[in-house]
């Protein structure tokens, strides 16, 4: 039983795993459309400050999101190497969300 909980769990932290990636691939395309956009179509507003925000948003998703396929990979039955490895993943994950998202606060403030 204790198997089959844990491949149901890294079926699942696999499968968020790509949807990060797609999540970035799809912000990536947004970014160059819009820039794209604002160098040839000075008709149309769009600022570089918006399409940073719009990509810092979608990137603090998809950490958040890679976050929790982290922890879902070490839900069952993990080992303290696995343990350690979760934490520093996290702690790097969380201090980069965090900063990332107060910096689009300031960005939004000031813009």
Not at 4 to 15: F, R
Not at 50 to 75: N, P, W, Y
Request: no cysteine; glycine share 6%; aromatic share 6%.
């Amino acid at each position: 039983m204790e198997e089959i909980a844990k491949q149901i769990t890294l079926t699942v932290s696999h499968a968020v795993e790509i949807l990060s990636a797609v999540i970035i691939g799809i912000a990536i395309l947004a970014v160059l459309y819009n820039y794209i956009m604002m160098l040839y179509r000075p008709g149309i507003k769009i600022s570089k400050e918006r399409i940073r925000i719009q990509f810092g948003s979608s990137v603090a998703v998809a950490l958040e999101l890679l976050l929790g396929a982290d922890v879902l990979a070490t839900a069952v039955a993990p080992s303290w190497n696995d343990i350690g490895q979760l934490a520093a993943i996290a702690t790097i994950r969380t201090v980069l969300n965090y900063f990332l998202e107060k910096e689009l606060k300031h960005m939004k403030s000031a813009g």
